[in-house]
Structures are given as structure tokens and as C-alpha cells.
């Protein structure tokens, strides 16, 4: 590939990403449809590793499969592409930066939901969205060896 080819395809990574973060920003803090724009007067947290994944499976009838749906699995998702654009995005990648910055993201996530008292912080939330960040990281590096190859099999023919 050119590396004119490279930077556009970086370039348009950038955009998505960006879009990416102000809907991360709005479905986070801001979207009704999560509950939050009610601001809890008290600072709501769980620093105990596992205890609302349990919690949710424990008492998934009476939750609900969407409640479940959307706390577990919406979690990992909601991270997915995070893992994916920063890697489209940056020159530089790999398996512990992805790692890494996702944490981060999600840590600072976290912290703000604290103190703004939007949401809670949630250490299961950091463990999942890390999850996600890595699954966007595997996603990206599978896409890239499919179109590797792609463009390795379009060189030979010509």
C-alpha cells in the first residue's frame, strides 16, 4: 500500500474515532436513555471486582435479559470500536498499548461518572470495557491481515 493510500486511510481512522468519542461522551453522561440526566445526590461505587457481573447473573430474571444484555454485554461492545479506531488511527500499535489506553479511558470514565455522581463507578465497568478495547484490538489486526493478504494476492496477479 502507498503511503499516500496509508494516510488517508489514517486520516479517515481519525474521524471516525472522533466520532466515535463524542458518542461515547454523549451515551455516557448525557443520553436519557441510560437514566442520565438524574444527577444522585449521594457518590454511588463498587470497588469489589465481580460483585455486579454476580450480581447480574445471580438475579437476571428479575432484572430482565435486557438489563443483563445491556450492562454486561453493552459494556464490552460499547468499547469494541475504541479498540479498533485507535488502532486504525494511530502509527504506532499493539496488543499492551490498546490495553492500556482502554483501561485508561475507561478509569477515566469511571472517575468522572463518580464525581459528577452521573452513573457509578464501577470497577466490573473497567474490566469490561477493557475486554472490549482488546476485542476492538483483535478485530482491527484480523481486518488487517485479511487485507494484507488482499493486497499481497493483487501484486502477484499483476
Known amino acids: 500500500m502507498s503511503i499516500k493510500k496509508a494516510n488517508v486511510i489514517r486520516a479517515f481512522g481519525k474521524v471516525?474515532?472522533?466520532l466515535y468519542v463524542g458518542f461515547l461522551i454523549y451515551f455516557l453522561f448525557v443520553a436519557e436513555w441510560y437514566g442520565r440526566t438524574e444527577v444522585s445526590e449521594d457518590y454511588r461505587y463498587n470497588l469489589?471486582?465481580?460483585k455486579e457481573i454476580k450480581r447480574f447473573i445471580t438475579y437476571r430474571e428479575q432484572l430482565g435479559i435486557f438489563a443483563v444484555f445491556a450492562n454486561l454485554f453493552g459494556n464490552i461492545l460499547i468499547f469494541v470500536p475504541y479498540g479498533f479506531f485507535i488502532s486504525v488511527a494511530g502509527r504506532t500499535r499493539g496488543f499492551f498499548k490498546?490495553?492500556?489506553f482502554s483501561m485508561g479511558l475507561s478509569l477515566g470514565v469511571e472517575i468522572v461518572q463518580l464525581f459528577t455522581r452521573v452513573?457509578?463507578?464501577d470497577v466490573d465497568d473497567i474490566l469490561l470495557n477493557t475486554i472490549g478495547g482488546v476485542m476492538g484490538y483483535t478485530i482491527f489486526v484480523i481486518c488487517n491481515q485479511l487485507r494484507r493478504k488482499h493486497y499481497a494476492r493483487n501484486e502477484k496477479k499483476r
Open 119 to 121: 452513573g457509578s463507578f
Open 98 to 100: 490498546t490495553l492500556f
Open 48 to 50: 469489589e471486582l465481580f
Open 16 to 18: 471516525l474515532f472522533l
